[in-house]
């Protein structure tokens, strides 16, 4: 494999062991605990080096991940951010949902800057492709719900086809998965089906959504289709096996979660997540590695919550505050250029995640955004507006978390910067009282901390 020019070929800036991170050398999953964009991308590329393989389990190009090596600020979307590290193999595994058009756009972008990319990228034969239809699918179902109601009432997608492309997987017979795109007489009989379904379903729902419908042809999606499956087919394989005989040859694995627990299909805010098990849960199914084979689960957490798209979320700041955060944490989606929703630490949120994920470290995210502000506010319960009464457990129901109201614990905040503390005995007492009253409510260790979007700007925590 081409290694030496590829930009992370430079040794990492930080260098420590995993024992200090409490991540022991075993498999080790990376998942979000709030609702997405907490950072995951950095932690996955500062923990990179000590795996052989970075694979994402769920989700498609709906996901965003930025990471910084040197001065280069890359934007990943599908591809696994362990791309960076010439060393590293990355998996697409089953459970994600690829649309071959931006896995491509992806690929080719990252070429023209130097990163190699070859036989360490692999994709699942049983992964599901992402079809226009589905992209159309989407923009149709949003229009149809906020017909007359507003833009209050759509979930608010990310646009890439995901929610339809995850029920043609559950439907099985409208949907094609990676592997067939190397079929090509099976794949134009299959899509000539399936399109002329989508079709009459797509051209109902676009009257009455009231917008304009242009019908697919199957042979011409065929073709095309078939053109990204031969650019495709040298990585793709039975990246299950592929998994499996790694591990056999002791191999480390680690997974990179996408999106985030609490928007997660089964366990996250109802129904505004997304599509796939994008908590920890995932992983065993979105990769065919079974639970008892994932070791640590580190859990991403940003020091202040954000959210895009609709529904719930109960320390939303409609003022300065939720502002200066937006503009000082860069809270615009890496995938959308949505302004993100921001308001202040959900610890009960964080805290039903963690457990459903099974988080043994938490890593916190973004810490530096919050200096500057002299008080901070932490939520520790949620009291329901109509009865009065506090809620005991993080309500399933997203009706019961929009009626909600925070209780907060106010807290001294940090004055100063801290993007230029090394070590984390370098933080303001503040910023440590900040960090234990995480780790004492969550009743996870917080493992490490970044004060900025560098890896030299990630602190550990000593034990
Ligand atoms: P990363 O990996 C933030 C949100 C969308 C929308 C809902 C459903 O960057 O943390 P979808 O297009 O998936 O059907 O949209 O889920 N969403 C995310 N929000 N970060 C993400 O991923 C997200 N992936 C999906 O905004 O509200
Ligand atoms: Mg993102």
């Given at each position: 494999m081409p290694a030496s020019k590829a930009p992370s070929a430079r040794p990492s800036d930080v260098d420590f062991a995993l024992e200090d991170l409490q991540v022991s050398a075993g498999n080790t999953a990376v998942v979000g605990l709030q609702w997405g964009d907490e950072g995951k991308g950095k932690i996955v590329d500062l923990l990179t080096p000590?795996?052989?393989?970075?694979?994402?389990?769920?989700?498609?190009?709906?996901?965003?991940?930025?990471?910084?090596?040197?001065?280069?600020?890359?934007?990943?979307?599908?591809?696994?951010?362990?791309?960076?590290?010439?060393?590293?193999?990355?998996?697409?595994?089953n459970g994600v949902v690829i649309d071959p058009a931006s896995l491509l756009d992806e690929i080719n972008h990252l070429r023209a800057r130097g990163v190699a990319i070859g036989d360490n990228l692999r994709i699942s034969d049983r992964a599901h492709v992402v079809f226009p239809h589905h992209k159309v699918q989407d923009a149709l179902t949003e229009a149809a719900l906020s017909k007359g109601r507003?833009?209050?009432?759509?979930?608010?997608?990310?646009?890439?086809?995901?929610?339809?492309?995850?029920?043609?997987?559950?439907?099985?017979?409208t949907a094609i998965r990676v592997g067939e795109l190397l079929h090509p007489e099976a794949l134009r009989e299959?899509?000539?089906?399936?399109?002329?379904?989508?079709?009459?379903?797509?051209?109902?729902?676009?009257?009455?959504?009231?917008?304009?419908?242009?019908?697919?042809?199957?042979?011409?999606?065929?073709?095309q289709y078939l053109a990204y499956g031969e650019s495709l087919r040298p990585h793709i394989c039975d990246a299950t096996q592929l998994l499996h005989d790694a591990m056999a040859a002791g191999k480390h694995l680690l997974f990179e979660g996408a999106n985030a627990t609490l928007l997660d299909i089964d366990h996250g805010t109802y129904p505004y997540v997304t599509s796939s098990n994008c908590s920890s849960l995932g992983v065993y199914a979105g990769t065919g590695v079974p639970g008892q084979r994932v070791t640590n689960i580190v859990g991403i957490v940003k020091a202040y919550s954000t959210r895009v798209g609709g529904g719930p979320m109960p320390t939303e700041l409609h003022d300065e505050t939720g502002e200066r955060i937006r503009k000082v944490g860069r809270e615009y989606g890496t995938t959308t250029g949505r302004a993100r929703r921001c308001g202040w630490l959900d610890l009960?949120?964080?805290?039903?995640?963690?457990?459903?994920?099974?988080a043994t470290c938490i890593g916190l995210m973004l810490l530096d955004v919050l200096a500057g502000l002299d008080r901070?506010?932490?939520?520790?319960?949620?009291?329901?507006?109509?009865?009065?009464?506090?809620?005991?457990?993080?309500?399933?129901?997203?009706?019961?978390?929009?009626?909600?109201?925070?209780?907060?614990?106010?807290?001294?905040?940090?004055?100063?910067?801290?993007?230029?503390?090394?070590?984390?005995?370098?933080?303001?007492n503040e910023a440590q009282a900040y960090i234990r009253r995480i780790e004492a409510y969550v009743g996870v260790p917080v493992c490490m901390v970044s004060i900025g979007p560098r890896r030299d700007q990630t602190l550990v925590r000593p034990r």
């Open positions: 000590r795996f052989d393989c970075v694979v994402r389990y769920n989700g498609g190009a709906n996901a965003g991940h930025s990471v910084v090596v040197g001065n280069e600020r890359y934007a990943l979307h599908l591809i696994p951010s362990g791309i960076l590290n010439p060393d590293t193999v990355n998996v697409l595994g507003g833009d209050g009432a759509k979930i608010g997608t990310t646009g890439r086809g995901i929610g339809p492309c995850y029920a043609d997987k559950a439907i099985r017979s299959k899509l000539r089906v399936i399109v002329r379904i989508k079709n009459a379903m797509l051209k109902a729902l676009a009257e009455e959504a009231g917008m304009p419908f242009t019908p697919e042809d199957a042979d011409a999606v065929a073709k009960v949120a964080v805290k039903y995640s963690a457990t459903v994920s099974g901070l506010k932490i939520c520790v319960g949620y009291r329901d507006k109509s009865t009065g009464k506090t809620l005991a457990n993080f309500p399933a129901d997203a009706d019961v978390l929009a009626r909600v109201e925070p209780v907060y614990e106010e807290v001294a905040g940090f004055p100063a910067p801290i993007d230029g503390c090394r070590r984390f005995e370098d933080l303001p």
